[in-house]
C-alpha cells in the first residue's frame, strides 16, 4: 500500500487543492480500490473541498467536530493523547465516506477529516514524547501509521493508497504525518520563497544541508536514532504555473532553479528519491530525470476556485455558469482545457 504525504514548508502552493485533485482522480481512475485521505492541516481546507466545498463541506466539518467524540483527525489524536503508548485501534471509527457528503466524488473515496483543534492539541502531542519509555518519540510518531493500519484492517483490503495533506508549518503534526508516509509529493509556486522552501524540506527531512556542519532537525537525528523510515521523493510539483507570455519566462527561469537544486541532490543523494514506476531504471540524465519527477500544474484560474468552491474535481467540472455563494460563475472551456490534462497526467504517473 502505498502512502502519501503532500507537503512543502510553505504556505500557498496549493498543497490542500492538489491533495482534493489527486485524491479524487486517483479514485476515478482505480475504482477497485479504497482510497484514504488523511487532512493533518489544522485549516482542513481540504476536507472542506471533499465534503463539498465552501459552503456545503464548511457545514459538514462544523457537523463533525460537534460530535462526540468528534468525527476528525482530533478525535482520533485525542484517544492517543489519553493511550500514547498503547493502540486503542480505534482509526477505522473516524472514518467519513465523502460520497455520502458529496455527490461529485467517487463512491471509494473515504477521509479523516481535518480539525482546527490539531493546533490545541499540539503541545499536549509534543509532552508525550518524554517523559515516558526509551522509545516514547519513536511510538508517538507512528500513532498515523497505526490509523492507517487500523483503516486497512476494516477494509481487509491489501491494495489500498493513501494521500495525506500536510500543514507548511514543520509542527509534531506535520512530523506524524511524514512519519507515516512512504512517498513525498512536493508542491512548489513560481517564487523565490518556494526555492527556499524545498531547501527547508531537504535539510528538514533528509539532513541536506547547503553549508557543511549546519545544525540538522531533531526529526532527521531522532528518526536516524530510531530507524524510523522517512518518505522518499516522488515528485516535486509546480502548481498553478502562469501561461501568460509575459510572466511565463520569469516563471520558467525560477522552476528552472528549484529544478537544479533537486537535481543536485539527486546527484549526491539518489537513495532519498522513490523510482518509479515498480521497475524502472535510475534516470541516466537531466531529461529522464525532470520526466520521472517533475510536473507542473498550470493555473485555471476561475475554474480552479469553483471546483474548489463547489467541491466538484477539476476533471468532472464543465465549463458554463455555475452558482457559487450565492453568484453566478461562468467557467471557460479554455481554462478547463488547461489544468484537466495536467491533473490526468500527474495522477497517471501515481502509483
Not at 466538484?312 to 465549463?319: K, N
Amino acid at each position: 500500500m502505498a502512502i502519501y504525504a503532500i507537503w512543502n514548508n510553505k504556505g500557498g502552493v496549493g498543497k490542500s487543492y492538489l491533495t482534493f485533485q489527486i485524491a479524487c482522480e486517483y479514485a476515478r481512475t482505480h475504482p477497485n480500490k479504497k482510497i484514504l485521505v488523511i487532512d493533518l492541516c489544522p485549516q482542513a481546507n481540504a476536507s472542506g473541498m471533499l465534503l463539498g466545498g465552501m459552503v456545503a463541506g464548511e457545514n459538514v466539518l462544523d457537523s463533525l467536530s460537534n460530535q462526540a467524540p468528534r468525527r476528525t483527525i482530533s478525535g482520533y489524536i485525542e484517544d492517543r493523547i489519553i493511550s500514547p503508548y498503547v493502540n486503542p485501534n480505534t482509526g477505522a471509527s473516524f472514518l467519513v465516506q465523502v460520497s455520502q457528503r458529496n455527490f461529485a466524488v467517487p463512491a471509494n473515496l473515504f477521509l479523516v477529516p481535518g480539525d482546527e483543534q490539531l493546533e490545541i492539541q499540539a503541545s499536549r502531542v509534543l509532552g508525550a514524547t518524554a517523559p515516558g519509555p526509551n522509545d516514547a518519540w519513536r511510538i508517538v510518531h507512528t500513532w498515523i501509521s497505526d490509523l492507517i493500519k487500523d483503516v486497512q484492517r476494516s477494509w481487509n483490503q491489501e491494495d489500498a493508497a493513501v494521500f495525506i495533506d500536510c500543514n507548511p508549518s514543520f509542527s509534531i503534526y506535520t512530523e506524524l504525518a511524514l512519519s507515516a508516509a512512504d512517498r513525498l509529493i512536493i508542491p512548489f509556486s513560481a517564487d523565490g520563497s518556494s526555492k527556499r522552501a524545498v531547501r527547508a524540506v531537504l535539510a528538514l527531512l533528509y539532513g541536506i544541508t547547503r553549508m557543511p556542519g549546519a545544525q540538522q532537525s531533531q526529526y532527521y537525528l531522532n528518526s536516524q536514532q530510531f530507524r524510523l523510515p522517512i518518505p522518499r521523493i516522488y515528485c516535486y510539483v509546480g502548481n498553478r504555473l502562469t501561461q501568460y507570455i509575459k510572466s511565463a519566462k520569469a516563471f520558467r527561469t525560477v522552476v528552472h532553479e528549484i529544478g537544479n537544486e533537486i537535481w543536485a541532490v539527486w546527484q549526491n543523494n539518489p537513495n532519498v528519491f522513490h523510482i518509479h514506476p515498480a521497475g524502472a531504471g535510475s534516470p541516466a540524465g537531466r531529461n529522464a530525470f525532470n520526466q520521472m519527477f517533475q510536473f507542473e500544474i498550470v493555473d485555471a484560474n476561475t475554474a480552479s476556485v469553483v471546483s474548489s468552491s463547489l467541491g466538484a474535481p477539476i476533471v468532472r467540472l464543465t465549463a458554463g455558469a455555475h452558482n457559487v455563494a450565492g453568484r453566478t460563475v461562468t467557467v471557460n472551456q479554455s481554462q478547463l482545457d488547461n489544468q484537466q490534462p495536467n491533473i490526468r497526467q500527474l495522477v497517471a504517473a501515481i502509483e
